[in-house]
């Protein structure tokens, strides 16, 4: 398997040996947790994985290379004891704490943490002398008589034999106590980590145009070894970002120290000269300011399709940067207003803010030095950690300097000086925008469809950019997809800049996280919030908040909550409950999607997404989850791009009998078939007519609420589903229904009185998506 596929595999497995049961024992007792054994070629990422898998499970690391162990180091010294058996006084041996045992006990001290991974690292190159211990240790966890602490998982990992002369290989009985992950290297999964992070443009086009470059070990004449590994490939990015800052000049010399194989040096060579002659001759700057001179286009319009790429790899580099600063300080705005928000009462009262702020940033500071003594950290959260706590002290700096240093004046200065920051987003979102805009103009004017479709691929795989355009919108971006076909759709900066700038707690925020998009929320009216239009040409956006806008919908039929879910299909997937109401069905989904998963509301009713937000905290810890995976926004069923739900982002979409009742059925289930990725799943409970309805009765049903009267046919509900994308239906459950069953058992809800003589059948469908 790839990197990617192992890191799953392990992530899975830790998560699994944590787990403990109703009495606080280990569902699996740690002497039955066989240690994951990842075999692999060096230099793949096997350590780096597990910083990451140790970072986002929020647990901690103890990585040590077994190759420089001894006996003596990994089991502990002899020493004589004293002792005595019935009445018999003794010398016997015992052994001092192993090294690598104490170094997590040391570990937990220092870092509070108590869970965590021990990453041995060449476990199959350990010393003749310690090889025997090993079976004791995979088996027992412990070295000499010394256990590795609960709640560690251990983790080992090797080389095969061919790379290394010191492996020792392990026979049956050793293999028969491990759960062994051979792993390959994959350039697509290295791929998308050297977006993520950010790799320098120059290797990522090189390998894109030649990938049997990305990994390569072979042996040479007359003896040695030829190799280029992932993890020279990013080193050498690493510094040449640094070498290009210094203006120190980069070449052959200095490639050949990590790219150890002639041939791909001699060619990665001449690509960065030719890479460099690119940055020069096109002058990025000016493309991206919209002043590309006519000399410049017409280079474009006559280069070849690799030149072509690789100035693609420049422009977006360059955007990748400029919208990674916007998200950058926009998170940190988020965390300070939060900071500000939870000192503001205490401020008001008269506190003073040396005390209230300064009690923040030596917690604060006290937490970062935890985190970076835990070594799992990434040090872009670091870096924003340690801004926010200088723009703190600044903000008491500017209290000092203005003569405010307690009570309301206090924080009206601490909340000017945030507005400071807040308003530095605003320019830099839309110099960002623009710069997007002039390299859409520029690849239109100067290059086919063919590159087109390069740049659009790129810039939705990077996780800045599609963010940034997620938060901020574009009108190139939605104009060119032509997948989503939403040039309409885009976000509004003014409403989010309003929200971010708030500091009163009533005000909900829809920028980040467990968010709450509440364009309607408190203190904004229905009709005033602009929403975006409709992602959907045909449908009215007055027309979409006239028909919501005072419906709640509160009854129905009995199987509202039945909730027909798929256990084993949810697991680690995003699933997406539309019409989500106070939020119950979002955290049944939630636990059910697991800490891996994601499960995210859409409702058009702020009260409700307010109160099913004001729930997360609750019920992510009632369902013993490590953290928060749910969001809640405030969205209409036919238009969830104005909500950020991008096309083919969702694995699983559910809605239950409410669907009826929907401003456009049709139109709505579109829009699921839109966001489900191809295979998804539709769990769609509704309810069929037997005949053909009088549509006046229909309207007159949906008006009150009554989503059974609301109901067309079978046949009618098959062929929006076939239209919308999706394969033929699996009936899960179906039962009859009365036009007036309310929505708790023995209850009746108000009907229509009419004469079609109708009956009902309330059904549970599963729908795959083609």
Request: hydrophobic content about 40%; proline content about 3%; some cysteine.
């Amino acid at each position: 398997m790839n990197i990617t596929q192992a890191k799953q595999q392990i992530t899975d497995t830790v998560r699994a040996y944590l787990m403990r049961d109703e009495t606080g024992l280990y569902a699996i007792d740690p002497v039955h947790q066989r240690p994951v054994f990842l075999m692999g070629a060096p230099g793949i990422g096997k350590t780096a994985i597990m910083e990451q898998i140790a970072s986002e499970l929020g647990i901690g690391l103890v990585s040590y290379s077994m190759t420089h162990h001894t006996r003596q180091s990994a089991l502990g010294l002899p020493r004589i004891e004293q002792r005595s058996f019935d009445g018999l006084d003794v010398e016997i041996s015992e052994y001092t704490m192993s090294e690598i045992i104490a170094a997590i006990y040391d570990y937990r001290e220092r870092t509070g943490l108590r869970d965590g991974i021990l990453f041995l690292d060449e476990i199959n190159c350990v010393s003749e002398t310690l090889y025997p211990s090993m079976l004791q240790f995979l088996q027992y966890k412990t070295f000499g008589k010394h256990k590795v602490p609960a709640g560690w998982v251990v983790v080992c990992a090797g080389n095969p034999l061919e790379y290394n002369r010191s492996v020792h290989e392990f026979d049956i009985v050793t293999l028969d106590r491990l759960r062994e992950i051979d792993v390959v290297p994959d350039y697509a999964s290295w791929h998308a980590y050297a977006l993520e992070k950010g790799l320098h443009p120059a290797v990522v086009t090189f390998l894109d145009a030649k990938k049997d470059c990305f990994y390569k070990v072979e042996g040479k004449p007359g003896g040695g070894k030829s190799f280029v590994t992932a993890r020279g490939w990013e080193d050498l990015s690493e510094l040449l970002a640094l070498y290009e800052r210094m203006e120190v000049p980069a070449d052959r010399d200095l490639f050949a120290q990590f790219l150890r194989d002639d041939d791909i040096c001699d060619q990665f060579s001449v690509y960065y000269t030719l890479f460099q002659k690119y940055r020069s001759d096109y002058q990025v700057d000016a493309i991206l300011a919209g002043q590309a001179s006519d000399a410049i286009k017409q280079r474009a319009v006559e280069a070849a399709f690799d030149e072509r790429v690789a100035l693609l790899g420049l422009l977006l580099d360059a955007l990748g940067n400029e919208c990674a600063e916007v998200l950058r300080i926009e998170k940190i705005c988020l965390e300070l207003r939060d900071v500000l928000r939870s000192a503001k009462e205490e401020l008001l009262a008269g506190a003073f803010a040396d005390a209230v702020l300064g009690a923040q940033i030596e917690r604060r500071e006290e937490d970062l030095a935890r985190k970076i003594e835990a070594g799992t950290t990434p040090t872009a959260k670091i870096r924003r950690e340690r801004t926010l706590i200088q723009l703190l002290r600044a903000f008491l700096a500017e209290c000092t300097l203005q003569d405010t240093p307690a009570g309301e004046p206090a924080f009206e200065t601490i909340r000017s000086a945030y507005q400071k920051e807040v308003g530095a987003i605003r320019p830099k979102a839309s110099a960002a925008s623009a710069k997007m805009d002039a390299a859409f103009r520029f690849v239109d004017e100067t290059m086919g469809q063919r590159e087109m479709l390069v740049f659009m691929a790129e810039l939705t795989t990077r996780n800045a950019t599609t963010q940034f355009v997620s938060h901020y919108g574009n009108e190139s971006y939605y104009q060119h997809n032509e997948t989503l076909k939403v040039d309409q759709a885009r976000a509004n900066l003014d409403e989010r800049a309003e929200k971010l700038s708030s500091l009163d707690d009533d005000v909900p925020d829809v920028l980040e996280g467990p968010s709450v998009d509440v364009s309607q929320a408190v203190g904004l009216k229905a009709r005033d919030a602009g929403r975006p239009a409709s992602a959907d040409p045909a449908l009215d956006s007055q027309a979409l908040a006239d028909h919501y806008a005072n419906k709640q919908f509160e009854y129905g039929f009995a199987s509202v909550c039945k909730m027909l879910l798929p256990a084993s299909d949810l697991k680690g997937k995003k699933v997406l409950d539309v019409g989500s109401r106070r939020g119950r069905g979002v955290y049944k989904i939630s636990s059910m999607v697991g800490n891996e998963g994601r499960a995210i509301g859409i409702d058009w009713s702020p009260s409700y997404v307010q109160e099913a937000a004001e729930g997360i905290s609750r019920a992510w810890h009632d369902s013993g989850l490590k953290g928060n995976n749910m969001e809640f926004h405030v969205a209409y069923p036919e238009d969830l791009i104005s909500a950020g739900i991008g096309t083919s982002t969702m694995d699983v979409l559910y809605v239950n009998n409410v669907v009826t009742l929907f401003y456009d059925q049709q139109a709505a289930l579109r829009e699921f078939g839109r966001v489900l990725k191809s295979g998804g799943l539709l769990i769609l409970e509704t309810v069929f007519a037997d005949r053909e309805r009088d549509d006046a009765v229909v309207e007159a049903a949906r008006e009150i609420g009554n989503s059974i009267q609301a109901a067309r046919t079978e046949g009618e509900n098959l062929a929006w589903l076939e239209a919308a994308g999706f394969d033929a239906p699996t009936v899960v459950d179906e039962y009859e229904v009365a036009a007036n069953l309310g929505y708790k058992a023995g209850e009746t809800v108000e009907a229509v009185p009419d004469v079609e003589d109708v009956a009902y059948k309330a059904v549970s469908l599963y729908v795959r998506k083609k």
